[in-house]
């Protein structure tokens, strides 16, 4: 099973919700990414998990919330966003985080398409 | 901070006919990885080829290839007998495992690759 599964596909919320997007995988890995992507533009890293801890907050702010009950879960918590935030938010993972004994690479789910009204 | 470049916004090529994608990167560090990641227009990212930078020798997988020059921080992409599957938007990426880019993970602009029938 090499597969990053995220839900939901498709979100739409108000500026006043509160949700959760959800990341899933089951090859062992032991770290786990967050990236915000913009329409033709690169993913950018927001979290990263490494062992279960947040090693890396790229200065995202705090109407994120992410959260890592286990080594296979990674969420992401929503509260208060604004129109700007609409955008693809792709969860990864990869073996390690930093020296990987593997090859390094991250794997990519489909991502979670968000739209803030 | 590491930088990664794709000078090519877009690209097009002929079915069956091959492609060169540029990437050029800047770093201090002498250990890190380097990928090519595919994302097609139904958007899940797909790891592509990887090259380790202590490997001197160029990575290849099937069809595609690439030209690691260390020394120039040059990591060129090329994709021979193009298939209209092929059509995606390419991002290079780097991946650092010390320093400051420990575990990161820095993307290019990347390039929107079409094939034409």
């Known amino acids: 099973d090499t597969e990053v599964t995220q839900t939901p596909k498709h979100l739409v919320m108000g500026m006043t919700n509160k949700k959760s997007l959800k990341c899933e995988q089951h090859?062992?890995?032991?770290?786990m990414y967050w990236y915000k992507q913009k329409a033709k533009k690169p993913p950018e890293l927001m979290f990263v998990?490494?062992?279960?801890?947040?090693?890396i907050n790229e200065s995202v702010p705090s109407r994120f919330s992410p959260e890592c009950p286990n080594s296979s879960l990674l969420n992401l918590h929503l509260h208060a966003l604004q129109p700007e935030d609409s955008a693809l938010y792709l969860c990864a993972s990869s073996q390690r985080f930093g020296r990987d004994p593997n090859t390094g690479e991250l794997f990519f789910g489909e991502g979670s398409r968000l739209t803030v009204l | 901070a590491q930088t990664v470049t794709q000078s090519q916004p877009e690209m097009s090529v002929q079915e069956a006919e091959t492609v060169t994608l540029s990437c050029t990167y800047d770093?201090?560090?002498?250990?890190?990885?380097l990928f090519w990641y595919k994302q097609p227009p139904s958007r899940q990212m797909i790891l592509v080829i990887r090259?380790?930078?202590?490997?001197?020798q160029n990575a290849t997988e099937n069809r595609f290839s690439v030209n690691f020059q260390k020394a120039a921080k040059s990591f060129s992409l090329k994709i021979s007998d193009s298939q209209l599957g092929d059509a995606a938007m390419y991002f290079c990426a780097y991946k650092g495992v010390g320093g400051t880019s420990y575990g990161k993970l820095t993307f290019g602009q990347g390039t929107i690759l079409t094939v034409h029938p």
């Open positions: 090259q380790e930078a202590y490997k001197q």
């Open positions: 090859m062992g890995h032991r770290a």
């Open positions: 770093t201090s560090e002498s250990d890190y990885y």
């Open positions: 998990y490494s062992y279960e801890k947040l090693s």
